[in-house]
């Protein structure tokens, strides 16, 4: 059965250096730019990360984009697209990169056990609780051949799949896989899309912890995309922050 397609990308505004595509986005966004207009950098001097972290990048070798939506949700329903762009970046590493990709709670983007991929989503609100647009931040590491020390568990799609990849077709591949996947979302909703976000989920049947610190281990994933833990006395805990994350 085809998915109803959502057109992303269809004004892409390709930069090259620039603080953040998050706020050159943010304040497209605040001018009334569309549904769907994409900002690039080939650099961030002042990538973000969740959490108010850092996102670093080495010039020209990753992907740095960042996509404006307009859906028509409250806030609280807008926090499912974390999953949904979570969803649609594996996909499109997988098929670019040819290499299996899972997903770590809530959205980090795994190869070979590594972080590959990070999302941040960042909702501005009207007055009324419904969100008035997201700008869905993406950073994919394509070319990197090393990382800093501090960034370990970091990987490229290039150290994976044993060859250099174009961020270009990766930008292509993933506004598509974004569209097919968000267009998913808005006709129903989060069901299908979990559905597809179970199977890649590198997190459920491990060991996670609640936010007491207790260990348990994680079930599932709840409508709201929090994360669903057993602890040891048998009662479900909603985690919606992951540990170690302030
Ligand atoms: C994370 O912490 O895992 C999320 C990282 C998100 C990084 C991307 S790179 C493009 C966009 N612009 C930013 O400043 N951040 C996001």
């Not at 990382?147 to 598509?176: I, Q």
Request: some cysteine; charged content about 15%; overall charge neutral.
């Amino acid at each position: 059965m085809s998915r109803p397609t959502h057109p992303l990308g269809h004004t892409v505004h390709a930069l090259g250096e620039v603080d953040s595509t998050q706020a050159a986005l943010g304040r497209l966004a605040a001018a009334g730019a569309p549904e769907g207009v994409v900002v690039t950098a080939t650099h961030q001097t002042g990538g973000r990360g969740r959490r108010g972290r850092p996102w670093w990048d080495e010039p020209g070798q990753s992907l740095l984009c960042s996509v404006l939506l307009r859906p028509t949700a409250s806030m609280a329903r807008v926090a499912q697209l974390s999953l949904v762009a979570g969803l649609a970046v594996a996909e499109a590493v997988e098929a670019v990169g040819q290499v299996p990709a899972g997903i770590k709670w809530p959205n980090d983007v795994l190869v070979q056990d590594r972080k590959v991929a990070g999302i941040l989503l960042e909702a501005a609100a009207s007055p009324g609780g419904q969100a008035r647009h997201v700008v869905l931040g993406i950073g994919v590491n394509v070319n990197q051949a090393a990382f800093p020390e501090a960034l370990a568990g970091a990987t490229s799609l290039r150290l994976a799949a044993g060859r250099p990849l174009d961020p270009a077709t990766v930008l292509a591949r993933l506004l598509e896989q974004l569209g097919a996947r968000y267009g998913q979302w808005r006709a129903a909703g989060l069901p299908p899309i979990l559905a597809a976000w179970r199977p890649r989920a590198v997190t459920l049947g491990r060991i996670a912890l609640a936010g007491d610190g207790q260990a348990g281990l994680a079930e599932d994933v709840a409508e709201d995309g929090a994360l669903l833990v057993r602890l040891p006395d048998g009662t479900l805990e909603r985690v919606l922050t992951p540990a170690g994350e302030a």
